[in-house]
């Protein structure tokens, strides 16, 4: 049973690019959350997907945008990339279920370097 | 506002030693969810446990065991015999309701974390 998969791993951007990261959810899981993670930081929360809409947004701008499709899968997108978004990228899945009190599991990340 | 809070950056141990590690959250939900996740070197974040605010029964599994205190708004976890293995960044995390969404999503929210080191 495959879990939560990433691409790509690592990824060296300059200033002012735009970048595009994908995540494959757990089998069974229809919930995308993606999370940035600063070096010594904890994971903070971006934006989750459900049922191919952004249903929750955390506190991050709107160059920060996101995708889920048909088969559950999803792309975070950055624009006019800053030195700032360099960071771990952490995709996380889970079933909605009921009452949305998910677990979520996440995939092993998306290493961003900005130059 | 949510919060968590690990007030120890780094702890070192020398292999076979007993640790804890601390967790402070703050929430005004009745009803809440606490994680605990590792993160070794690799970046993975791996889930270790899940509690809800309504069970407040301490849960062993193995070596690990966590205590869940609802009266001081803590959840720490104690590594027992500690390995060389359990080398890694720790992370507590608090799921609560933010807001009205749909099916009723829960947002975590995450600690900075506390890095353990196990010297053999």
């Known amino acids: 049973d495959a879990g939560v998969t990433q691409s790509p791993t690592h990824l060296i951007k300059t200033r002012g690019q735009q970048v595009t990261l994908r995540c494959s959810p757990k089998?069974?899981?229809?919930?995308v959350s993606w999370y940035q993670q600063a070096l010594g930081q904890g994971p903070q929360f971006i934006f989750q997907?459900?049922?191919?809409?952004?249903?929750q947004r955390g506190n991050f701008p709107d160059r920060f945008s996101g995708h889920q499709f048909p088969n559950y899968s999803s792309e975070l997108n950055v624009n006019a990339l800053l030195l700032g978004d360099s960071a771990l990228y952490l995709c996380?899945?889970?079933?909605?279920?009921?009452?949305?009190?998910?677990?979520?599991?996440f995939g092993p990340g998306t290493r961003l370097l900005v130059l | 506002a949510q919060k968590v809070t690990q007030a120890q950056t780094e702890i070192s141990v020398v292999e076979k030693e007993d640790v804890t590690l601390d967790c402070v959250y703050e929430?005004?939900?009745?009803?809440?969810?606490l994680f605990w996740y590792k993160q070794p070197p690799s970046g993975e974040l791996v889930f270790l446990i899940r509690?809800?605010?309504?069970?407040?029964q301490n849960e062993i599994s193995g070596r690990y065991s966590w205590n869940f205190q609802k009266s001081t708004s803590s959840f720490n976890f104690t590594i027992t015999a500690s390995q060389v293995v359990d080398s890694a960044v720790y992370f507590c995390?608090?799921?609560?309701?933010?807001?009205?969404?749909?099916?009723?999503?829960?947002?975590?929210?995450f600690g900075k974390g506390t890095k353990l080191s196990v010297i053999p």
């Open positions: 995390a608090l799921s609560d309701r933010i807001g009205e969404s749909g099916a009723g999503s829960y947002q975590l929210t």
């Open positions: 509690r809800n605010s309504f069970d407040e």
């Open positions: 996380a899945s889970s079933f909605k279920g009921t009452g949305g009190r998910e677990t979520q599991y």
């Open positions: 997907y459900y049922e191919e809409e952004e249903r």
């Open positions: 929430t005004r939900d009745t009803t809440y969810y």
């Open positions: 089998s069974g899981h229809d919930t």
